[in-house]
């Protein structure tokens, strides 16, 4: 990966901050796939669908607020499932790695002040949402914390800054603020996450 597209990358995240606010972006929904299972879109196509708003439940407490419980398994035990799902959801492998690092530091048990849990620190609610039944199964978190990140790839047109702005401070604030909002914890969520992506990516994993 090029020097250039990591300073375009940071450069986008400063420019966001400042951008005007976003008008007649889509809420996102939640829709039953008439297969027992549930999709997210910014476009729903039916009348089985229902506004997705995890915000004011998906708000996470500072990375120090984690307690661990269990045995923590090495980053490379989760290869497997992070390849698969990445592949499975258009969504590269090595940024699911930097987010899961970030949230969590590879432990499936950790749970947050708040009660986020799991790999990829899904709130009990957005779990339950994502049809997570067991959000200490790293399968289980993994993909549901995916499908979660690609739907916001998806609501803010692929724009990698504002969707990981979105998934540590809610996609509700960020379309209210029209770029990244200014809370020190998202500003740093942010940064961490390029910095272990960039790192992922150099290393090949």
Known sequence: MTRHFWTTILATGLMVCFLPALEGWASMFV???????????????????????????????????FTFSGKKLSPSSYDRYIVRIGNMYNVDPHLI?????????????????????????????????LQVDNPFNPSE?????????????DTFDGNLVLSL??????????????????????????????????LYKSRGG
């Open 31 to 65: 829709c039953n796939d008439g297969r027992g299972g549930m999709q997210f879109t910014n476009a729903p196509t039916g009348q089985d669908c229902r506004p997705f708003t995890p915000e004011a439940r998906y708000i996470r407490s500072p990375r120090s607020g």
């Open 97 to 129: 790695k930097a987010v899961i690092r970030t949230e969590s530091a590879f432990n499936h048990r950790a749970v947050s002040r708040k009660g986020a849990q799991g790999l990829m620190q899904l709130m009990p609610g957005t779990a339950e949402d």
């Open 141 to 153: 978190n993994i993909d549901g914390g995916v499908r979660y990140l690609r739907s916001l790839l």
């Open 165 to 198: 702005a979105a998934y540590n401070a809610g996609p509700g604030l960020v379309k209210r603020t029209g770029g990244v909002p200014q809370i020190p914890e998202t500003l740093d969520y942010v940064r961490k996450v390029l910095a272990n992506y960039r």
